[in-house]
């Protein structure tokens, strides 16, 4: 674990700020919400139990859910993730807050009040005092609570500490996962700790730390928009979850790089799923990212575009390309391997059982899939599957990586996978034969909006050298070494376009 964390400490402490920043800024914005709110409930008895019953509603509501919905009116990303965690944040700073207040003896209100003072002073003198270590208290949970959700923000590109969590599950590296939930762990405990110890510290004391915190907060959050001297050109490449799109992302990086040294090149990795992408790519908040052409006339056209069973490369892609056009979005040339879907079982139970087409499937007793929500999903997934085979077996959504922890501890025995996936060849899998042609072709190519491939033909000249290339055995081989040899992502591109003289 030591030696994952030398090798990714740059990408660890950039995870590690992100983290910080997303924590600080929620919970500075939820105290500036509720603690005002909880005052005003604290003279407004009737509305109190309303307001307490609304942000209790907000606790349960599951963070997918939320930035799921957040997604359309915002998009992806910072703003997505710092509202949902504002969110989670509310309760526990307002009912600690309106208990503090509420909590305060009568008696000694009555003795402000006997004192003339009145009610803004009775606030700021007494009341707040008393109720201060209830509200400290409700900041600190709200702080833990935060730090730990906000590890979901990777899932829609806001980064932080889920980053390492999340490419852990993927490439089955408990390393990465050790140490993005044991820094976050240790970040709740000295984000916990740390306000204890500015609580405790004298009055101007308190005030020059806090003062302190705020502004080298303040400037780490301003610094990245401060404009700098660039590279006459920066764009942003990023990629879905798993290794294939990381090594097809750094090998767009390295094209481009050599056709056009100057051009700065930002990587956004396990950037999250097709949706996420596609929104960040038609924002403008990425330039490029790979997709695969049956995905595009799948999920990208409404409705779904039905091809002709067992339509060829060339018909998919040109579906594709249309698909794509039509939303202002350019496809390039797409490489060789197909990277469709398949059905998988163990190689001991296809053997046992004589099972060699997905509709064997019918003689499989106690059958059990685990599949992705995705596939679940998806007309060109289990619906369409069952429907052409005639099948009828019992499903559990799973995440894609832990699907096959799940075959691998015999919860499960029928997965839905990737041609090229590695993990056929980790857990010993057999793809059975998609006999009826159901699945359509996937052939992986770079979407750009339509604009940037105009302005930038160099650019969409380099990655079009990959046209062709890479067979279902090269990419196989290449995730096999990501997620089994734990092997860079970068590293394995460039040797695969240096073998294959595409890189100088």
């Given at each position: 674990?030591?030696?994952t964390?030398?090798?990714?400490?740059?990408?660890?402490?950039?995870?590690?700020?992100?983290?910080?920043?997303?924590?600080?800024?929620a919970?500075?914005i939820?105290a500036?919400?509720a603690?005002?709110?909880?005052?005003?409930a604290?003279?407004?008895?009737?509305?109190?139990?309303?307001?307490?019953?609304?942000?209790s509603?907000?606790?349960?509501?599951?963070?997918?859910?939320?930035?799921?919905l957040l997604?359309?009116?915002?998009?992806?990303?910072?703003?997505a993730a710092?509202?949902?965690l504002?969110?989670?944040a509310l309760?526990?700073i307002f009912?600690?807050t309106?208990?503090?207040?509420?909590g305060v003896?009568?008696?000694?209100?009555?003795?402000?009040?006997a004192?003339?003072?009145p009610?803004r002073l009775?606030?700021?003198?007494i009341?707040i005092?008393?109720a201060?270590?209830?509200i400290i208290?409700?900041i600190r949970t709200?702080?833990v609570?935060?730090?730990?959700t906000?590890t979901?923000a990777?899932l829609?590109?806001?980064g932080?500490?889920?980053?390492f969590?999340l490419?852990?599950?993927?490439r089955?590296?408990?390393?990465?996962?050790?140490?993005?939930?044991?820094?976050?762990?240790l970040?709740?405990i000295?984000?916990?700790?740390m306000?204890?110890?500015v609580?405790?510290?004298s009055?101007?004391l308190?005030?020059?730390?806090v003062?302190?915190?705020?502004?080298?907060?303040?400037?780490?959050s301003?610094?990245?928009?401060?404009?700098?001297?660039?590279?006459?050109?920066?764009?942003?490449?990023?990629?879905k979850?798993?290794?294939?799109?990381e090594?097809?992302?750094?090998?767009y990086a390295?094209?481009i790089?050599?056709?056009?040294?100057?051009?700065?090149?930002e990587?956004?990795?396990?950037?999250g799923?097709?949706t996420f992408?596609s929104?960040?790519l038609k924002?403008?908040?990425?330039?490029?990212?790979?997709?695969?052409?049956?995905?595009i006339?799948?999920?990208?056209?409404?409705?779904?575009?039905?091809?002709?069973?067992?339509?060829?490369?060339?018909?998919?892609?040109?579906?594709?390309?249309d698909v794509?056009?039509?939303?202002?979005?350019f496809?390039?040339q797409?490489?060789r391997?197909?990277d469709?879907?398949?059905?998988?079982?163990?190689?001991k139970v296809?053997?046992?059982y004589?099972?060699?087409?997905?509709g064997d499937?019918?003689?499989?007793?106690n059958?059990?899939?685990?599949?992705?929500?995705?596939?679940?999903d998806?007309?060109d997934g289990?619906?369409?599957i069952?429907k052409t085979?005639?099948?009828?077996i019992?499903t559990v959504?799973?995440?894609?990586?832990i699907?096959y922890h799940?075959?691998?501890?015999?919860?499960i025995?029928?997965?839905?996978a990737?041609?090229?996936?590695?993990?056929?060849?980790?857990?010993?899998?057999?793809?059975?034969?998609?006999?009826?042609h159901?699945f359509?072709?996937?052939?992986?190519?770079?979407?750009?909006?339509?604009?940037?491939?105009?302005q930038?033909?160099?650019?969409?000249?380099?990655?079009n050298?990959l046209?062709g290339?890479?067979?279902n055995?090269?990419?196989?081989?290449m995730n096999?070494a990501?997620?089994?040899k734990?092997?860079?992502?970068?590293q394995v591109?460039?040797?695969?376009l240096?073998t294959?003289?595409?890189?100088?």
């Amino acid at each position: 674990m030591w030696g994952t964390l030398i090798a990714r400490h740059t990408q660890f402490f950039a995870a590690l700020w992100q983290h910080i920043q997303l924590t600080v800024s929620a919970v500075v914005i939820a105290a500036l919400i509720a603690i005002p709110l909880a005052i005003w409930a604290e003279r407004h008895g009737r509305y109190a139990e309303w307001l307490l019953q609304i942000t209790s509603i907000f606790q349960t509501l599951p963070s997918l859910a939320i930035l799921g919905l957040l997604i359309p009116l915002v998009g992806i990303g910072t703003p997505a993730a710092l509202i949902a965690l504002v969110i989670y944040a509310l309760l526990p700073i307002f009912q600690n807050t309106y208990l503090g207040l509420t909590g305060v003896d009568p008696g000694v209100l009555d003795g402000g009040r006997a004192l003339g003072l009145p009610r803004r002073l009775l606030l700021r003198k007494i009341q707040i005092p008393l109720a201060m270590p209830s509200i400290i208290a409700g900041i600190r949970t709200a702080t833990v609570l935060i730090i730990g959700t906000a590890t979901l923000a990777s899932l829609i590109g806001a980064g932080g500490l889920g980053d390492f969590i999340l490419l852990g599950i993927d490439r089955n590296n408990t390393n990465l996962i050790l140490i993005g939930a044991l820094a976050s762990a240790l970040l709740a405990i000295v984000g916990g700790l740390m306000i204890t110890f500015v609580v405790n510290l004298s009055g101007w004391l308190r005030k020059s730390v806090v003062s302190i915190l705020i502004l080298l907060f303040v400037g780490g959050s301003i610094l990245p928009l401060i404009p700098q001297k660039q590279a006459p050109q920066t764009i942003t490449i990023a990629g879905k979850l798993g290794s294939e799109p990381e090594i097809l992302i750094n090998m767009y990086a390295a094209l481009i790089k050599q056709a056009q040294p100057n051009t700065k090149i930002e990587l956004r990795p396990n950037f999250g799923v097709t949706t996420f992408l596609s929104s960040a790519l038609k924002s403008s908040k990425i330039d490029i990212y790979p997709e695969f052409t049956g995905t595009i006339t799948e999920s990208f056209a409404k409705p779904a575009i039905k091809l002709p069973a067992g339509a060829d490369a060339k018909t998919t892609y040109e579906a594709a390309k249309d698909v794509a056009a039509k939303q202002g979005l350019f496809l390039t040339q797409p490489m060789r391997f197909n990277d469709t879907y398949a059905i998988a079982v163990p190689i001991k139970v296809a053997k046992q059982y004589d099972l060699k087409t997905i509709g064997d499937l019918k003689h499989l007793p106690n059958a059990k899939a685990g599949m992705t929500a995705e596939f679940l999903d998806r007309s060109d997934g289990m619906p369409g599957i069952e429907k052409t085979y005639n099948l009828n077996i019992p499903t559990v959504s799973l995440d894609p990586a832990i699907r096959y922890h799940a075959m691998n501890q015999k919860q499960i025995n029928v997965v839905d996978a990737y041609s090229t996936d590695s993990q056929l060849v980790e857990y010993k899998l057999q793809a059975l034969n998609d006999d009826r042609h159901f699945f359509p072709i996937y052939q992986g190519a770079a979407l750009m909006k339509n604009s940037f491939a105009t302005q930038n033909p160099k650019i969409v000249a380099a990655i079009n050298r990959l046209t062709g290339k890479i067979s279902n055995s090269d990419m196989q081989k290449m995730n096999y070494a990501v997620n089994v040899k734990h092997e860079s992502a970068g590293q394995v591109a460039k040797h695969y376009l240096t073998t294959h003289n595409l890189l100088k």
